[in-house]
């Protein structure tokens, strides 16, 4: 039987918790590979592709650190599942095989400590997957790429003197010495947060930003070589139902909302006043499925955001306020070397091809705390964690750090 005849005979449920109606249909129309479909924002996408009425194939590994319980119940019926890695060359072109478009959205992602797994499943992998589809001429019709907001290396900003300007990473020195300012790279003043384009430069500093910029750019160049449209969405922080409350490493709300139900208060970097742009998980399946369908985007790097700055320290209070667990967030004098600082992406390019942000931060931090209180006993493995990432260098303490005259380090 082909496998793109589909026989739908239940509900198909979307990302706001809304059923479709019950239908029977042929699908005639595009066939789709989501790698990582199993994940948060794959799966999301998944059922999207599926309620437009493409055929859909999920490649993923169910990557214990994420999918500690196995398979989700969340991965559709309706769709073809390969439960495989994005290294596994036989597996990869398997999955291929008729596909006319490919959401890549398979990652090792966060602060997890490996360096070499990052290499081999995000730039590997996906050379491998081009590689594939290119030597064997596989009519793939278009490639949308999974990219992030982690390949800049700062986030716009405006000085007094020299107006727009793109800082450079903070050097270790002057976060060592509790110094987080963003400044300018012309004067050295400090400087004022702006939305940053996609012409901003990259070169993000953590191995995560390191291979999610090899991904785009092997992909946007393979795109020029081989004439395929492709297109590289650089996610903001993204969130929703089904991020893993398991994985400690990634996923600011997550990892807050299971400190605080096990009564543990949020860990804030720095000192907590770094901005992030949230964006909820049915935008970035949005954005995705309009990259698809357009071609204004080909060829482009194009950011996926709310457009919105907020303080990780008002995204702690957020959740506190939506479990209701009155828990303050705790700052410790410690930093992450390479992180930015501050990030809120400027969404005009994607506007420009019709994204719009639907669901406001409030509102989908609620959308999360519902599902998760519907997820059972919830652990915190984020102490643990840390201890791993202290141990390999991941996370430094700011040389006050450990002295009482630091009123955060409590």
Not at 290 to 310: E, K, W, Y
Request: net charge negative; charged share 25%.
């Amino acid at each position: 039987m082909d496998p793109y005849i589909w026989k739908i005979a239940r509900p198909v449920q979307d990302y706001d918790g809304r059923l479709h109606k019950t239908m029977t249909q042929r699908t005639n129309g595009r066939r789709a590979l989501v790698t990582g479909g199993a994940g948060l924002i794959g799966s999301h996408l998944s059922d999207l592709l599926l309620k437009e009425g493409y055929g859909v194939r999920i490649l993923d590994n169910l990557e214990p650190q994420t999918h500690r319980n196995g398979r989700p119940p969340w991965i559709p019926p309706q769709a073809e599942f390969h439960n495989a890695d994005i290294r596994d060359r036989d597996a990869v072109r398997a999955a291929l095989e008729g596909v006319d478009v490919v959401f890549h959205q398979a990652a090792y992602g966060g602060y997890m400590p490996e360096l070499a797994k990052y290499v081999h499943v995000n730039s590997f992998g996906t050379a491998q997957m081009l590689e594939i589809i290119r030597d064997e001429n596989l009519p793939v019709e278009k490639f949308v790429v999974a990219s992030s907001q982690a390949v800049y290396r700062e986030g716009a900003a405006i000085c007094e003197e020299h107006g727009l300007v793109f800082p450079h990473t903070r050097p270790a020195g002057q976060l060592a010495a509790g110094d987080y300012a963003v400044r300018c790279p012309v004067c050295g003043e400090a400087s004022t947060s702006t939305l940053t384009p996609e012409e901003a430069p990259t070169g993000g500093e953590s191995v995560y930003a390191i291979t999610k910029s090899d991904q785009e750019r092997l992909v946007l160049s393979w795109g020029r070589q081989t004439g395929v449209p492709t297109v590289a969405l650089r996610y903001s922080c993204t969130y929703g139902p089904r991020q893993s409350i398991f994985n400690p490493y990634t996923g600011v709300i997550a990892i807050f909302c299971t400190r605080l139900l096990n009564g543990q208060p949020p860990v804030l970097y720095e000192d907590g006043e770094q901005t992030r742009d949230l964006c909820f998980v049915g935008d970035v399946a949005r954005a995705n499925l309009l990259a698809a369908q357009s071609d204004a985007l080909d060829g482009l790097p194009v950011n996926v955001g709310s457009g919105l700055a907020t303080t990780i320290r008002e995204v702690a209070r957020m959740v506190s306020e939506a479990v209701d667990v009155p828990i303050e967030p705790i700052a410790r004098g410690e930093y992450r070397p390479g992180e930015m600082r501050h990030l809120t992406s400027d969404i005009s390019r994607a506007a420009s091809a019709g994204y719009e942000p639907e669901v406001g931060l409030q509102s989908g931090i609620g959308r999360y705390i519902d599902w998760i209180r519907g997820q059972g006993h919830v652990r915190d493995y984020f102490a643990e964690a840390e201890k791993v990432l202290r141990a390999k260098s991941i996370i430094h303490e700011t040389r006050y750090a450990s002295g009482s005259a630091d009123p955060e380090r409590r």
